[in-house]
């Protein structure tokens, strides 16, 4: 299968920050010699090279649907990466520390996009519920949002509250919240993310375990815009969470003796 | 749709995978190739057609004609979207945004509090 390689090569040495790199000892595919390779991890790919200025990689790990175990291993400080599919390799690690071996299990367990996609599905509801108790609690009401419209560049990047966002590129912004199962037989354009209903989207993600319900979410789900969209919600978090933000100081500041 | 150079297009099946977009022959399981959509450009090109570039060759644009405008738009938008890079700024800022309004880092439930892919500032490219 092709892959655009030199877009994997530049991603994987361009400047932007590593999620983690160092030296592991991987083992080969047929013969059992371990080999020492300069790992790099950038969001859910693990990249490895032969040294650690080599220009571009040797290889690449996506880390979708993988599990990170450890190895009782007689070589100390193993690990594995292992996928479900039958004819999927199992790739088999050594750090050189324990500490090095735990700091990789733990960066390499959570690399995933669907990992990341989560905790921000999780966090943007948390900001839905809190925005909505907040308007609860001052009476107002909020509009039902509508369709959201593109806009033609990202215009969070110039948006001030926001963390620094790279200028390198107009990238875009948003979550892609997709069905990650390949073969899955939907039209290729019902990804979720145009303007109108979204719930046809897959099944939700498995809560975390303090999740709230919260009445107003019954409530409003008529008015609700789907979660499904970074972009749509981040506009009108922004616009919400300003005005609440100033409801709920003048409202402390009032009352207090 | 193959690139566009000299006018052919291919039909493809496009599917849309976290941050990969896979494509396929239409009557073929296995895809015939992928592109990583990380440090890419979407744009919407005339009608019913967007392109993806990359930004190491900025010149090389990968075009696609869909059957309908609306339907372009849609790519256009989710395509837009589908970086693992921008899915953690999305986090970082709702993280911000929670923690201005509570008080509380709401990463710490995960345990992930510490980590340095999620600290404010980090990852300026």
């Known amino acids: 299968m092709k892959l655009n390689e030199k877009s994997l090569a530049f991603y994987a040495t361009c400047d932007s920050p590593a999620d983690n790199a160092g030296f592991l ?24 090279f032969e040294e650690r200025d080599s220009r571009e990689p040797v290889g690449v790990i996506v880390l979708e649907g993988c599990n990170v175990e450890l190895c009782d291993s007689a070589e100390n400080f ?13 790739y088999v690690l050594a750090a050189e ?45 909020q509009d039902a949002p509508g369709p959201w419209k593109p806009k033609p560049s990202g215009p969070e990047q110039s948006r001030e509250r926001l963390p620094a966002l790279p200028a ?20 290729p354009d019902t990804s979720g993310c145009g303007g109108h209903d979204e719930e046809g989207t897959p099944r939700p993600p498995p809560l975390p375990p303090r999740r709230r319900v919260s009445n107003g979410e019954a409530a409003s789900a008529g008015a609700a815009e789907s979660p499904s969209t970074f972009c749509r919600l981040h506009e009108q978090y922004s616009r919400e969470v300003a005005r609440l933000r100033q409801d709920w100081q003048q409202r402390r500041r009032g009352p207090q003796p | 749709s193959a690139p566009r150079a000299p ?11 976290v941050n990969f977009l896979f494509y396929f022959r239409t009557d073929e399981a296995e895809p015939i190739g992928a592109l990583l959509l990380e440090h890419c450009k979407i744009t919407k090109e005339e009608e019913n057609v967007f392109s993806i570039s990359f930004i190491e060759e900025p010149e090389r644009k990968y075009c696609f004609e869909c059957a309908t405008e609306e339907q372009c738009q849609e790519w256009v938008e989710a395509l ?18 929670i923690q201005k309004m509570t008080g509380k880092d709401p990463l710490e439930q995960y345990g992930i509090s510490e980590e340095a892919r999620f600290q404010l500032g980090a990852h300026r490219q």
């Open chain 1, 25 to 48: 000892y991987k083992r080969g595919e047929r013969h059992t010699a371990y080999h020492r390779r300069w790992f790099v991890l950038k969001g859910n790919m693990l990249f490895y």
């Open chain 1, 78 to 90: 193993t690990f594995a990466i292992r996928f479900g599919g039958s004819k999927s390799r199992t």
């Open chain 1, 97 to 141: 520390s324990q500490e090095a071996m735990e700091s990789w299990v733990k960066s390499l367990s959570r690399a995933s996009f669907d990992y990341m996609r989560l905790v921000v599905r999780e966090l943007e509801k948390q900001l839905q519920e809190m925005s909505r108790g907040l308007a609860g609690g001052c009476g107002g009401s």
């Open chain 1, 168 to 187: 390198m590129l107009p990238k875009e912004n948003g979550c892609a919240v997709w069905n990650n199962v390949l073969g899955a037989d939907r039209p």
């Open chain 2, 7 to 17: 006018a052919v297009l291919k039909k493809r099946l496009v599917k849309l995978v």
């Open chain 2, 80 to 97: 837009k979207r589908a970086s693992y890079e921008f899915l953690r700024r999305s986090l970082i800022f709702y993280r911000n945004e």
